[in-house]
T-cell receptor
C-alpha cells in the first residue's frame, strides 16, 4: 500500500536552534506539500514542492523525487514554530487526494 | 487568493442529533472538495471526495449514510454527521484547490464534540 513516513516523530528544540524534518514516500508523486498545524488545529500550507528546492524566510524545503524523499529545514527556530508538521503527497496513480504522513511534533522551548 | 472557509469552527451536540459543516471556496470555483477527519494526536485521514453535481466518493470504512455530503454548487460543499455519537467526536477539515498543480488549501477545521 501507500507509505508516507516522517521522522523524527517528536522533536524538542531550544529557541534559536536549527532542525531538519524528513518525509519518505513509497512511490512517485505529482504533488507534495508541507503543512504546519498550529495548536488550534489550523493547517497552514508551507510549501508546494513536488521537486526541487524552495525557501520562505527561515523555512526551506527540498524534494528529491527520484529518491522519494523531502526535507523541511527550520532555521533559528521560534516558539511560534511549535506544532505538528505534516508532509502530504498525491501519488501519481491515486488521483488528487492527499495521503498524509504521521507528522512530526515540534516543541520549541524559550 | 485560494481561500477555503469552513464553518462552524467548533460545535457541541447531543448524541442522536445531526450536525452540518460547511466548506466554501471564497475566491475560486471548486468542482472537487475533500473531507478529512483527524482524531487527537493522529494524522489526517481522507473520508470522502465531494464532486459538484454528482455523488460523493467515500473511502473504505466510511459510512456514506452517516456522513452525508452535498456539493450543490461550485463554491460550497457540506458534510452532515447524522445521528452523531461520541465516537464521531473529531476534527473535520475540508480542502480544495483552484488548480491542483499549484497545491491545495485547507479550511480551518471544525472540532465536533458529541456528548
Amino acid at each position: 500500500g501507500i507509505q508516507v513516513e516522517q521522522s523524527p516523530p517528536d522533536l524538542i528544540l531550544q529557541e534559536g536552534a536549527n532542525s531538519t524534518l524528513r518525509c519518505n514516500f513509497s512511490d512517485s508523486v505529482n504533488n507534495l506539500q508541507w503543512f504546519h498545524q498550529n495548536p488550534w488545529g489550523q493547517l497552514i500550507n508551507l510549501f508546494y514542492i513536488p521537486s526541487g528546492t524552495k525557501q520562505n524566510g527561515r523555512l526551506s524545503a527540498t524534494t528529491v523525487a527520484t529518491e522519494r524523499y523531502s526535507l523541511l529545514y527550520i532555521s533559528s527556530s521560534q516558539t511560534t514554530d511549535s506544532g505538528v508538521y505534516f508532509c502530504a503527497v498525491v501519488l501519481d496513480n491515486y488521483g488528487q487526494n492527499f495521503v498524509f504522513g504521521p507528522g512530526t511534533r515540534l516543541s520549541v522551548l524559550p | 487568493g485560494a481561500v477555503v472557509s469552513q464553518h462552524p469552527s467548533w460545535v457541541i451536540c447531543k448524541s442522536g442529533t445531526s450536525v452540518k459543516i460547511e466548506c466554501r471556496s471564497l475566491d475560486f470555483q471548486a468542482t472537487t472538495m475533500f473531507w478529512y477527519r483527524q482524531f487527537p494526536k493522529q494524522s489526517l485521514m481522507l473520508m470522502a471526495t465531494s464532486n459538484e453535481g454528482s455523488k460523493a466518493t467515500y473511502e473504505q470504512g466510511v459510512e456514506k449514510d452517516k456522513f452525508l455530503i452535498n456539493h450543490a454548487s461550485l463554491t460550497l460543499s457540506t458534510l452532515t454527521v447524522t445521528s452523531a455519537h461520541p465516537e464521531d467526536s473529531s476534527f473535520y477539515i475540508c480542502s480544495a484547490s483552484p488548480d491542483p498543480y499549484y497545491g491545495y488549501t485547507f479550511g480551518s477545521g471544525t472540532r465536533l464534540t458529541v456528548v
